[in-house]
């Protein structure tokens, strides 16, 4: 069982490797649905075989194995592996938690503060205008979703430049990309090897806007522009607004200018390969994760005395 769980519990520390294999070799919107999956299967397998490894930790335990309804202790794996695996993984999982429920509070605390400060702002249809000389634009979720800009991003752009800006915004929205980065940023609070594919899947997430805004604008050197001088004005020290609202100066800036005034023809073989690791790597998390509960549910029967061991 334990030979099984190795695969969901080592393999979140791969995924440095696969961002630099895959990188830019999928078209935005298909990295964005594969990274974003690969971070849920991958963070579900992790905690899943930590789970694993709790249970089988504390079920050797005679008193909790009377407790279960065993006949005897669950035997998997020697006491010497079974209980340091088992604290291991206690203090894995608290970790985890933590580090997810004040994420997620944090996340909240801002996003019904960004609603709150909308409340007297000047708005019309989806758009509201925050009076602040502070330059910042994001696209904020909700029903319906805003698209909330600052007076002093409206005067930093010219017109086009603000149609450009403001269509990227409702590509966002339209989109519902919040749920991808959320995603994200839930799978990177699970294992820290993870922060790289959350910042790949904001880039992903951001490509697609960009290339949304371009075509309805129908001018990607004016898309490029508009996003430069966006990040330009903005500060660096951000905004109090949640992170998954998304915003068109967000992520790495030089490089999404140059894939809009540069264009990269991905091959359609070299795209599918990519996506097609990016699949192998969760189903082999899953597979292992699967085959680690599958044993443990058989271990646990045996100790129950339902199922003869042979």
């Known amino acids: 069982m334990i030979t099984a769980l190795l695969v969901p519990l080592l393999m979140p520390l791969a995924t440095p490797v696969l961002i630099r294999l895959v ?39 005679s008193p909790v194995a009377r407790l279960g309804h065993l006949i005897h202790p669950l035997n998997v794996a020697p006491a010497t592996v079974a209980y340091p695996a088992a604290a291991l993984a206690v203090g894995t999982l608290l970790i985890c938690a933590c580090a997810v429920a004040r994420g ?20 019309a249809g989806d758009l ?15 029903s319906p979703g805003r698209i ?10 010219v017109g086009p430049e603000r149609e450009a800006l403001l269509a990227h915004e409702r590509a966002h929205l339209a989109g519902r990309h919040h749920y991808f980065l959320a995603a994200g940023d839930l799978a ?28 309805a604008v129908g001018d990607r050197a004016l898309t490029a522009r508009a996003i430069g001088r966006a990040a330009l004005a903005k500060s660096p020290s951000g905004s109090n607004r949640p992170s998954f609202a998304a915003g068109a100066a967000g992520g790495p800036v030089p490089q999404r200018v140059r894939a809009l005034l540069q264009p990269v023809a991905t091959s359609r ?8 690791l990016l699949l192998a790597c969760s189903a082999a998390t899953g597979g292992g994760a699967a085959a680690g509960l599958a ?7 045996i100790a129950q005395g339902e199922v003869h061991h042979d």
Do not use: K, N
């Open 269 to 276: 073989g070299v795209a599918v390969a990519a996506a097609g």
């Open 23 to 61: 990188g830019s070799r999928q078209r935005p919107g298909t990295a964005m649905w594969t990274l974003t999956a690969t971070a849920c299967v991958l963070a579900a397998g992790w905690l899943a075989a930590l789970g694993c490894l709790l249970l089988a930790g504390i079920l050797t335990v």
């Open 295 to 301: 044993s443990l549910h058989q271990h646990v029967e």
């Open 188 to 215: 990177a609070r699970c294992h820290p090897a993870m922060r790289g594919l959350r910042d790949a899947i904001a880039l992903a997430v951001e490509r697609v806007a960009d290339e949304a805004a371009a075509t």
């Open 128 to 142: 509201s205008v925050l009076d602040s000389p502070e330059p910042d634009v994001y696209a904020l979720p909700g």
């Open 104 to 123: 997620a509070l944090r996340q909240l605390r801002r996003y019904r503060s960004a609603h709150v400060r909308l409340r007297d702002a000047p708005s």
């Open 148 to 157: 909330v800009v600052t007076s002093g991003m409206l005067r930093t752009l």
